[in-house]
């Protein structure tokens, strides 16, 4: 009998090769003859040529990587994980040769994956998607383009699964068979996710936000667009898929990715120094102390990973876990030559790039390719990091923190003004967005400066929107709909956490009136912030961080920042909207398919197209 047998690990070619071995071995006492087809990286090291093809009886494959089944069609086909090639290749063999069918479509090899081919829906023009949303903060846009998808999947006859990447790790996780089953495959993601697992998929990658606001027309695209992903399984994929244009790729979702994994960082120890003030502000320098311990625990530990971590994952994003090791080291290096958070940003794109042309360009024989990930990478991308950070960037970064600092700690009242204008502008400007994002990157960076007033004016601004939208809806009745007046509840609610996202409802259906307005709000509430001297330790939580004895240090005229901002954005827009404008009835709903998502989140109704 003639046997064409394939092997393919996405760990090595040692794997690879031993696996093809045995099976060779094994066959030849069975009396075939073989023609063996060994793969790295996607591709085969000696493809199987035609005659041999054509004349065989039975193709093995034993894969734990994707391998392209296509030109097998009519073959008598078996696949199985490589891993269970190894322990008994003569029992892997007569299972083969008894449990071979033929194949009828191509097809890829993935690990646990059965040999026929994917099964469709079978509902005429049905068509099953899958989907993973994730934000930097993984509080609200997450799950409500989650619910935005579903709705959107729903009315336009498509079952939808997504898996929402939050602020608690993955919810609804998407199984392997899901993924297997499905036509397409959205990633609306604002930081970088492990994209391994949809290798062999076709992928439309887009923004959280489009995907809230432009749900529908998100669908429609991934199924008329999407690209398939290429790569290796359980490795980083080697191409990312066609993009929708809210996709932000590059620098600012690299970027974006570091601060996601850095915030738990920043919010703990923030509010660990402000455990320490409550013995007393000074507390904390007398030695054996509670004071003292929370504030070696918060400032002493935590503030300080805080800038590895933001290099360390701005290289992960960029060059996978290659890159995680030498921008931690930059990161580090950065804290240590009082570069702070602008020098760990350098950092992390340094090693990133580093590591990630060394993985690309650097070639190396077969037999040590294994040796790049976990010793030549990381070695030759530290040291040029190191190097970089030491000789080049420590000392202009380090002069450029310490004028910013400077300038934070002794600036006047104008000064002060001015800055919160600019910051509380840019968080109401477009409500999670690139501009939102950046004034809130900067003051989350300023934290570990010991600089807590514009992280104050930031947190204050943010709530002013959605807080406003909910004011507005109980002044003015008449001049919202029933599901408006809902989104107002719910606007109110998410604004008193700081998730401005709760205004987006509002945003998306009448921009012209609710960005001028909420920027003018939001823009007064940061400038009283600074005016008044406000400091915040902890980066996120909103109006619950003051229940926390001095994580905020004039509470009251924090306050009343707030307040105003709100009751301007509150009364402005009630006077400003006109008539009766329906929002999307986007009130979560329960799933009854299996393949729907139920967030759980409380978060407010989003915008579907």
Known sequence: MNVIVITACPSGVATTFLAARGLERAAARRGWTTAVEMHSRLEPLVPVDRAKLDAADLVIVAASAPVDLARFVGKRVYQAPIAQALPDPDAFLKRAESEA??????????????????????????????????????????????????????????PIRVETRGSVGAQNALTAEEIRDAEVVILACDIEVDSSRFVGKRVWRTSTGVALKKSGQTIHDALEKAQVLGGEAGRPAASGGASGQGDRRGPYKHLLTGVSFMLPMVVAGGLLIALSFVFGIDAFKQEGTLAAALMRIGGGTAFKLMVPLLAGYIAYSIADRPGLAPGMIGGYLASELGAGFLGGIVAGFVAGYAARGLSRYVKLPTSVESLKPILIIPLVASLITGLVMIYVVGTPMAAIMSSVTGFLRNMNSGNAILLGLLLGAMMCFDLGGPINKASYTFGVGLLSEGAYGPMAAIMAAGMVPPIGMGIASLLARAKFSEPEREAGKASLVLGLCFISEGAIPFMAKDPLRVIPVSMIGGALTGALSMFFGVQLMAPHGG???????????????????????????GVGYAVVKTGKVELPDATPRPQSKPWGVGTGSGHAPAESS
């Open 543 to 569: 109006l619950f961080v003051l229940l926390i004895p001095n994580a905020v240090n004039h509470v009251l005229l924090y306050l009343l920042s707030i307040v105003v901002g709100s009751l301007v954005v």
């Open 101 to 158: 069918r033929t194949l009828t479509s191509a097809a890829s090899a993935l690990e646990g994956a059965p040999a026929t081919p994917v099964a469709r829906s079978s509902a005429p023009g049905e068509k099953k998607i899958v989907a993973v949303t994730a934000c930097p903060t993984g509080v609200a846009h997450t799950f409500m383009a989650a619910e935005a998808l579903t709705r959107a999947g729903s009315e336009l006859g498509h």
